[in-house]
């Protein structure tokens, strides 16, 4: 009966453009408030994005007062740059589809099936999400490299080849795909699926035409931050591609960092916005179809414990092969933090709070995990209410503004850190708004890459609330504030749990700009770790994996608690 | 009702705008007018006692604040382009390999500091207009396993020379020119030792040796190194482009403290960087600039530095701590080079190396 919905909800009129043909007094206000909504999202993405990467990439095209052209076709013409854009995009497109081949029975285990250990389980899968790259490198290293695990036991070594990339990229993106395409289908009400099955479809058929399409936009969601992500991918490129592999982004870090050739730097910035513009139009025109109003359900009622072999066998047969995955990497670097100079023991994280204060290079452990917790839960604010806003603002899909809006947003994933830090420095360097040495500046960073995980978990949740809810409240007299918050949130808590649970790992985890911006001496766990691994020493190194034992633990932790607030608020469905 | 849903946008953006006006006016009264508090634009790998950095509040009366932008390269980047506003009143970092883009730049101020008189001519690269004072030097050379060579009863290499002997074949990681800062000190050696022509033969027999290219030095030093991690990694490659101060750190904190380090320097592979203090043309805080310029020079500080960034003094008759003193090697006769040349011919020389090294 459900199914019947959609042919209900579909003829609406378009909103958002030319006012469209119903275009009553109701419509021209809502226009209104949705551009209300979408005020603060762009204006912080205006002076936080727009302004400092228009400003960097300005400055790169007109050096010496006139304009580089020359340059453009110079940088574009040259064989080892179409070799990096080549290698940046095929690297993309294979992690993309080799994370979501490998998550999506994950997803299905963990919406469908009950079983101990899951939430915990779903905590631990999001960790890899938050260790700083030098450190997952080095665990894939001592796994697939050379004297690894895999060499020692089947002679296999990774290393030299792309797949080491590959399955590292897995490895840290497993959580985008596992929260977001799972969080919607625990919600989504399983008797559609058993329904098709009573008329006859068999089981694969069934998900193929009932369950993938309802999990379509998600999935598609997931795909575009997976690609994203991998694109523009630096830290694991370096350590276990060595030299030989480049993606765009270490091009243009180099470019800029190292020899601060801005003009080369902007031609190939632009040519990663054409890529990415180019796959968000892709998206965008696949997906734009596929959304539609779905019946949600309360997450907890959906799962059930496994009944019968098969379910038994795809709970083992997904869960072990992830539990290696996943834990394996994670075991190695817990091993090496316990793996002391005398044995087994504490001695690495006694020495770690011994050092506490006799320098500045050295943080004590609880400074760091103060700094890392203080800014990630800035920094998740900042997402969720940007974030927030902009996904009401955007829930009626209507109008070439909105979608080039909905886009735009996801720009910042699909931009080099680097530039967004070079332009922060350049751009916002004069009152009122000269934030350099000001500390927000960094949970602003974060929260740029933030937001669009906020957006595009929550708009399939709020896209897929039934239009006609908010309209039986609108006819019971309810303003559309009131209609959102008692229609609208209480289905979209869950998601907003969700986008919380990355904004804060986002942040926790240290991506975007915030690296290559000059910041006032906070170090955070995961700059604590890296300048630990900065030195030489078996008391540097120990230290520095004990510290990354303890961000693991932080962000487990954390997530843990978001997961408790979750489960406890379910009732209210 | 369409008002409440205009009121709630309306008051959402404007909580947002004040934040952003809070935060704006909290950014600039904490960098403002301040005139007790001295900026210190530097790198991620500085480091000074708390200790020390109270006696020269203590001293002067000023407070230094740090910020950091990344590796050694990206931070003077930062400073070029940052000019016209600058981040804070003092860089500390630039070395002779990145000196020459800033100093065309004009990113820094004359000041002759104090002190300087104690510091050798040799390190006073610009001594004419005194725009950085130099404040410490570090040595990059071939590190090499004790415990391997003895084992394999093979005597370590001394010299740049030994590297391409069959002997030593399939026995160096070092790191990438491009990115890595020993990467590039190491190729500059031999840029240095072997000529504008020659480096590149000596490269061609390098590659045809074995050597490894890795990405950064953490990869080479605690992924590949044999030595690293106590002997617990499972590195495969005996000799390694580190630091002369790296067998001092290794035995740092090591207790009970051994006879010797584990590891050993190459004396005859070295390249020497001198690293530069400047005040930041534009300063908010040029008197307090000026006092914390004196201060890297004086004597609480250059003795502070070799246990906190494990490097060289530059002042005459500094005491060397124990660690280095009984670890560390001297390096007598470095490879080195002048910034000019570094800045003209780098690129160019990276490329070349690529070539011949990488692909």
Same mark, same amino acid.
């Given at each position: 009966?459900?199914?019947?919905?959609?042919?209900?909800?579909?003829?609406?009129?378009?909103?958002?453009?030319?006012?469209?043909?119903?275009?009553?007094?109701?419509?021209?206000?809502?226009?209104?408030?949705?551009?209300?909504?979408?005020?603060?999202?762009?204006?912080?993405?205006?002076?936080?994005?727009?302004?400092?990467?228009?400003?960097?990439?300005?400055?790169?095209?007109?050096?010496?007062?006139?304009?580089?052209?020359?340059?453009?076709?110079?940088?574009?013409?040259?064989?080892?740059?179409?070799?990096?854009?080549?290698?940046?995009?095929?690297?993309?497109?294979?992690?993309?589809?080799?994370?979501?081949?490998?998550?999506?029975?994950?997803?299905?285990?963990?919406?469908?099936?009950?079983?101990?250990?899951?939430?915990?389980?779903?905590?631990?899968?999001?960790?890899?999400?938050?260790?700083?790259?030098?450190?997952?490198?080095?665990?894939?290293?001592?796994?697939?490299?050379?004297?690894?695990?895999?060499?020692?036991?089947?002679?296999?070594?990774?290393?030299?080849?792309?797949?080491?990339?590959?399955?590292?990229?897995?490895?840290?993106?497993?959580?985008?795909?596992?929260?977001?395409?799972?969080?919607?289908?625990?919600?989504?009400?399983?008797?559609?699926?058993?329904?098709?099955?009573?008329?006859?479809?068999?089981?694969?058929?069934?998900?193929?035409?009932?369950?993938?399409?309802?999990?379509?936009?998600?999935?598609?969601?997931?795909?575009?931050?997976?690609?994203?992500?991998?694109?523009?991918?630096?830290?694991?490129?370096?350590?276990?591609?060595?030299?030989?592999?480049?993606?765009?982004?270490?091009?243009?870090?180099?470019?800029?960092?190292?020899?601060?050739?801005?003009?080369?730097?902007?031609?190939?910035?632009?040519?990663?916005?054409?890529?990415?513009?180019?796959?968000?139009?892709?998206?965008?025109?696949?997906?734009?179809?596929?959304?539609?109003?779905?019946?949600?359900?309360?997450?907890?009622?959906?799962?059930?414990?496994?009944?019968?072999?098969?379910?038994?066998?795809?709970?083992?047969?997904?869960?072990?092969?992830?539990?290696?995955?996943?834990?394996?990497?994670?075991?190695?670097?817990?091993?090496?933090?316990?793996?002391?100079?005398?044995?087994?023991?504490?001695?690495?994280?006694?020495?770690?709070?011994?050092?506490?204060?006799?320098?500045?290079?050295?943080?004590?452990?609880?400074?760091?995990?103060?700094?890392?917790?203080?800014?990630?839960?800035?920094?998740?604010?900042?997402?969720?209410?940007?974030?927030?806003? @902009?996904? #009401?603002? $955007?829930?009626? /899909? +209507? !109008?070439?503004?909105?979608? *080039?809006?909905?886009?735009? &947003?996801?720009?910042? =994933?699909?931009?080099?850190?680097?530039?967004?830090?070079?332009?922060?420095?350049?751009?916002?360097?004069?009152?009122?708004?000269?934030?350099?040495?000001?500390?927000?500046?960094?949970?602003?960073?974060?929260?740029?890459?933030?937001?669009?995980?906020?957006?595009?978990?929550?708009?399939?949740?709020?896209?897929?609330?039934?239009?006609?809810?908010?309209?039986?409240?609108?006819?019971?007299?309810?303003?559309?504030?009131?209609?959102?918050?008692?229609?609208?949130?209480?289905?979209?808590?869950?998601?907003?749990?969700?986008?919380?649970?990355?904004?804060?790992?986002?942040?926790?985890?240290?991506?975007?700009?915030?690296?290559?911006?000059?910041?006032?001496?906070?170090?955070?766990?995961?700059? @604590?770790? #890296?300048? $630990?691994?900065? /030195? +030489? !020493?078996?008391?540097?190194? *120990?230290?520095?994996?004990? &510290?990354?034992?303890? =961000?693991?633990?932080?962000?487990?932790?954390?997530?843990?608690?978001?997961?408790?607030?979750?489960?406890?608020?379910?009732?209210?469905? | 009702?369409?008002?409440?849903?205009?009121?709630?946008?309306?008051?959402?953006?404007?909580?947002?705008?004040?934040?952003?006006?809070?935060?704006?006016?909290?950014?600039?009264?904490?960098?403002?007018?301040?005139?007790?508090?001295?900026?210190?634009?530097?790198?991620?790998?500085?480091?000074?006692?708390?200790?020390?950095?109270?006696?020269?509040?203590?001293?002067?009366?000023?407070?230094?604040?740090?910020?950091?932008?990344?590796?050694?390269?990206?931070?003077?980047?930062?400073?070029?382009?940052?000019?016209?506003?600058?981040?804070?009143?003092?860089?500390?970092?630039?070395?002779?390999?990145?000196?020459?883009?800033?100093?065309?730049?004009?990113?820094?101020?004359?000041?002759?500091?104090?002190?300087?008189?104690?510091?050798?001519?040799?390190?006073?690269?610009?001594?004419?207009?005194?725009?950085?004072?130099?404040?410490?030097?570090?040595?990059?050379?071939?590190?090499?396993?004790?415990?391997?060579?003895?084992?394999?009863?093979?005597?370590?290499?001394?010299?740049?020379?030994?590297?391409?002997?069959?002997?030593?074949?399939?026995?160096?990681?070092?790191?990438?020119?491009?990115?890595?800062?020993?990467?590039?000190?190491?190729?500059?050696?031999?840029?240095?030792?072997?000529?504008?022509?020659?480096?590149?033969?000596?490269?061609?027999?390098?590659?045809?040796?074995?050597?490894?290219?890795?990405?950064?030095?953490?990869?080479?030093?605690?992924?590949?190194?044999?030595?690293?991690?106590?002997?617990?990694?499972?590195?495969?490659?005996?000799?390694?482009?580190?630091?002369?101060?790296?067998?001092?750190?290794?035995?740092?904190?090591?207790?009970?403290?051994?006879?010797?380090?584990?590891?050993?320097?190459?004396?005859?592979?070295?390249?020497?960087?001198?690293?530069?203090?400047?005040?930041?043309?534009?300063?908010?805080?040029?008197?307090?600039?000026?006092?914390?310029?004196?201060?890297?020079?004086?004597?609480?500080?250059?003795?502070?530095?070799?246990?906190?960034?494990?490097?060289?003094?530059?002042?005459?008759?500094?005491?060397?701590?124990?660690?280095?003193?009984?670890?560390?090697?001297?390096?007598?006769?470095?490879?080195?080079?002048?910034?000019?040349?570094?800045?003209?011919?780098?690129?160019?020389?990276?490329?070349?190396?690529?070539?011949?090294?990488?692909?």
């Amino acid at each position: 009966m459900d199914l019947t919905r959609r042919e209900v909800a579909a003829p609406r009129a378009p909103l958002g453009g030319g006012g469209g043909r119903g275009g009553g007094r109701s419509d021209g206000r809502s226009v209104w408030v949705r551009l209300g909504l979408m005020a603060v999202p762009a204006a912080f993405f205006a002076v936080f994005f727009g302004y400092p990467v228009a400003a960097i990439v300005g400055r790169g095209l007109r050096e010496g007062g006139h304009w580089q052209f020359a340059r453009v076709g110079q940088v574009l013409g040259d064989p080892d740059v179409l070799h990096v854009l080549w290698f940046s995009l095929w690297q993309a497109a294979a992690s993309t589809g080799l994370t979501l081949a490998l998550a999506l029975p994950g997803c299905y285990v963990f919406a469908r099936l009950d079983f101990p250990g899951k939430r915990l389980l779903r905590a631990v899968a999001t960790v890899p999400f938050v260790l700083p790259t030098v450190v997952v490198g080095s665990a894939f290293l001592a796994l697939a490299g050379r004297g690894g695990l895999l060499d020692e036991w089947f002679g296999v070594r990774l290393d030299t080849s792309v797949w080491a990339i590959l399955l590292a990229h897995v490895f840290l993106n497993y959580a985008v795909v596992l929260r977001t395409v799972g969080g919607l289908w625990a919600q989504l009400d399983p008797r559609q699926e058993e329904a098709a099955r009573v008329l006859g479809a068999g089981r694969l058929s069934a998900w193929r035409r009932v369950t993938l399409p309802a999990l379509a936009p998600s999935l598609g969601a997931a795909a575009l931050i997976v690609f994203l992500f991998t694109f523009t991918s630096f830290g694991v490129i370096q350590v276990l591609g060595g030299p030989r592999y480049a993606t765009l982004e270490v091009e243009i870090y180099r470019q800029t960092a190292t020899l601060l050739d801005l003009p080369a730097a902007a031609v190939l910035t632009l040519t990663q916005f054409a890529a990415v513009a180019a796959l968000l139009a892709v998206h965008a025109w696949s997906v734009r179809k596929r959304e539609s109003a779905l019946s949600l359900v309360p997450a907890d009622s959906t799962a059930h414990r496994p009944s019968g072999a098969a379910q038994w066998a795809a709970l083992y047969g997904v869960l072990v092969p992830t539990l290696l995955l996943l834990l394996a990497p994670l075991g190695v670097l817990v091993e090496r933090a316990l793996n002391g100079p005398d044995g087994y023991g504490f001695a690495f994280f006694r020495a770690l709070s011994a050092q506490s204060d006799s320098a500045t290079f050295v943080v004590a452990p609880a400074a760091a995990i103060g700094n890392s917790l203080a800014y990630a839960a800035v920094a998740t604010l900042i997402a969720l209410l940007v974030g927030g806003l @902009a996904a #009401a603002a $955007l829930t009626r /899909r +209507a !109008g070439r503004l909105v979608r *080039g809006f909905d886009a735009l &947003l996801m720009l910042p =994933l699909g931009t080099s850190a680097v530039t967004v830090g070079f332009g922060f420095l350049i751009a916002l360097d004069e009152p009122p708004l000269d934030l350099r040495s000001s500390w927000i500046l960094v949970p602003l960073a974060q929260a740029l890459v933030g937001v669009p995980f906020v957006v595009r978990t929550m708009l399939p949740v709020l896209r897929a609330v039934d239009v006609r809810l908010r309209e039986a409240a609108a006819v019971l007299g309810a303003s559309p504030l009131r209609a959102w918050r008692e229609v609208d949130f209480p289905l979209v808590r869950r998601a907003l749990l969700i986008a919380a649970g990355f904004a804060f790992a986002v942040s926790l985890g240290e991506f975007g700009a915030t690296v290559f911006i000059a910041r006032p001496d906070r170090p955070t766990l995961p700059m @604590a770790v #890296a300048r $630990l691994l900065g /030195r +030489a !020493g078996e008391m540097n190194y *120990g230290q520095a994996m004990a &510290l990354s034992t303890i =961000l693991m633990l932080v962000c487990a932790a954390t997530l843990l608690a978001l997961e408790r607030v979750r489960t406890d608020s379910a009732g209210e469905f | 009702m369409n008002t409440h849903a205009r009121r709630a946008a309306a008051a959402t953006t404007s909580v947002l705008a004040l934040a952003l006006v809070a935060t704006a006016c909290g950014g600039s009264d904490d960098s403002g007018k301040d005139t007790k508090t001295v900026t210190l634009v530097t790198h991620d790998s500085f480091a000074a006692s708390k200790k020390v950095l109270k006696e020269f509040t203590r001293q002067t009366g000023y407070k230094v604040k740090v910020l950091r932008g990344g590796d050694a390269g990206a931070t003077v980047n930062q400073a070029v382009l940052s000019k016209d506003h600058p981040q804070g009143d003092v860089l500390f970092g630039v070395d002779n390999t990145l000196l020459s883009r800033p100093l065309d730049a004009g990113v820094f101020a004359s000041y002759k500091a104090k002190g300087l008189g104690r510091v050798p001519r040799a390190y006073q690269l610009d001594a004419d207009k005194h725009r950085v004072t130099p404040v410490d030097t570090g040595d990059i050379c071939v590190n090499y396993d004790r415990k391997w060579f003895a084992d394999k009863k093979l005597a370590p290499p001394r010299s740049l020379a030994d590297l391409v002997k069959p002997a030593y074949k399939n026995l160096l990681v070092t790191e990438d020119a491009a990115n890595s800062s020993p990467g590039l000190g190491f190729l500059l050696a031999t840029v240095d030792s072997y000529g504008g022509k020659g480096w590149q033969d000596y490269w061609k027999k390098l590659r045809a040796n074995g050597v490894e290219v890795v990405d950064s030095w953490e990869q080479a030093y605690n992924d590949r190194f044999t030595a690293s991690r106590g002997g617990k990694g499972k590195g495969d490659k005996p000799l390694v482009v580190s630091y002369a101060s790296s067998p001092p750190v290794e035995v740092q904190g090591v207790k009970p403290q051994p006879e010797q380090a584990p590891t050993g320097v190459a004396k005859g592979t070295c390249f020497r960087q001198t690293e530069f203090a400047g005040l930041l043309t534009g300063a908010r805080n040029p008197e307090g600039g000026k006092a914390l310029l004196d201060f890297l020079l004086s004597e609480e500080f250059q003795r502070d530095m070799p246990l906190t960034m494990f490097v060289n003094p530059v002042r005459e008759g500094t005491k060397l701590p124990e660690l280095f003193t009984k670890y560390g090697e001297r390096i007598e006769d470095p490879a080195t080079m002048a910034p000019g040349r570094i800045a003209k011919n780098r690129e160019q020389w990276v490329k070349t190396w690529t070539s011949l090294a990488v692909k």
